[in-house]
């Protein structure tokens, strides 16, 4: 292909590199779409957002028409809530220009979450005891509750506000018997008899 040539239209599997596509030495824009329906499994306290893994520099990102404003979680990844723009039908467009010529994203998925999540969680053993460290997410009408549980135990609970642009935590248990430590612990975050968000996370020495 030249660079004069334009692409035809064609069926891709994604992830895929650049010259994966057959695109070759093409210089310009082009668009992946992808349609789809409404997930019919929202409940009234979960928010669907659009996830995109290391999208490329200049990639644009569109549903049903309209550019989504997307903002990153400090990393390669861009999320944006799109349960009010959902439709019957939806229609999902990344413009990507050609300077680019990495791989356009990792994984484009929607994510059913609560009001309020936890993001960015690290847990460590120091001086016996659990530290567990994150950011809380989203909104409640009040505080929510955050259980840490290492085997059967809840070794860490608090109460934590979410606030949209984000809380940060660091929280500490109490000194841990040798025999209980395993090599992960499991956070919740749960709103009455809700739970808004569950995690395993791994557990460092560090």
Same mark, same amino acid.
């Given at each position: 292909?030249?660079?004069?040539? $334009?692409?035809?239209?064609?069926? +891709?599997?994604?992830?895929?590199?650049?010259?994966?596509?057959?695109?070759?030495?093409?210089?310009?824009?082009?668009?992946?779409?992808?349609?789809?329906?409404?997930?019919?499994?929202?409940?009234?306290?979960?928010?669907?957002?659009?996830?995109?893994?290391?999208?490329?520099?200049?990639?644009?990102?569109?549903?049903?028409?309209?550019?989504?404003?997307?903002?990153?979680?400090?990393?390669?990844?861009?999320? +944006?809530?799109?349960?009010?723009?959902?439709?019957?039908?939806?229609?999902? $467009?990344?413009?990507?220009?050609?300077?680019?010529?990495?791989?356009?994203?990792?994984?484009?998925?929607?994510?059913?979450?609560?009001?309020?999540?936890?993001? $960015?969680?690290?847990?460590?053993?120091?001086?016996?005891?659990?530290?567990?460290?994150?950011?809380?997410?989203? $909104?409640?009408?009040?505080?929510?509750?955050?259980?840490?549980?290492?085997?059967?135990?809840?070794?860490?609970?608090?109460?934590?506000?979410?606030?949209?642009?984000?809380?940060?935590?660091?929280?500490?248990?109490?000194?841990?018997?040798?025999?209980?430590?395993?090599?992960?612990?499991?956070?919740?975050?749960?709103?009455?008899?809700?739970?808004?968000?569950?995690?395993?996370?791994?557990?460092?020495?560090?």
């Amino acid at each position: 292909m030249t660079t004069d040539e $334009q692409p035809r239209n064609r069926a +891709v599997k994604m992830p895929a590199r650049w010259e994966e596509m057959g695109l070759g030495d093409f210089r310009g824009t082009i668009r992946f779409t992808r349609s789809f329906g409404r997930p019919p499994q929202i409940g009234p306290d979960e928010r669907a957002w659009l996830i995109v893994e290391k999208p490329g520099a200049d990639c644009v990102i569109s549903l049903n028409g309209s550019e989504l404003k997307c903002r990153s979680d400090g990393g390669d990844m861009v999320e +944006v809530e799109v349960t009010d723009r959902l439709l019957e039908r939806n229609e999902l $467009q990344l413009a990507m220009k050609s300077q680019d010529r990495g791989r356009p994203w990792e994984e484009t998925a929607l994510e059913f979450r609560g009001k309020a999540w936890l993001k $960015q969680l690290v847990a460590r053993r120091f001086d016996e005891r659990l530290e567990l460290k994150g950011v809380v997410m989203g $909104q409640a009408d009040e505080g929510l509750d955050l259980y840490t549980i290492l085997g059967r135990k809840t070794a860490i609970y608090a109460r934590v506000t979410p606030r949209p642009e984000g809380t940060a935590f660091c929280l500490a248990s109490e000194p841990i018997a040798g025999g209980d430590w395993l090599g992960e612990v499991r956070v919740e975050l749960v709103c009455g008899s809700s739970v808004w968000h569950s995690e395993i996370v791994p557990l460092s020495n560090v």
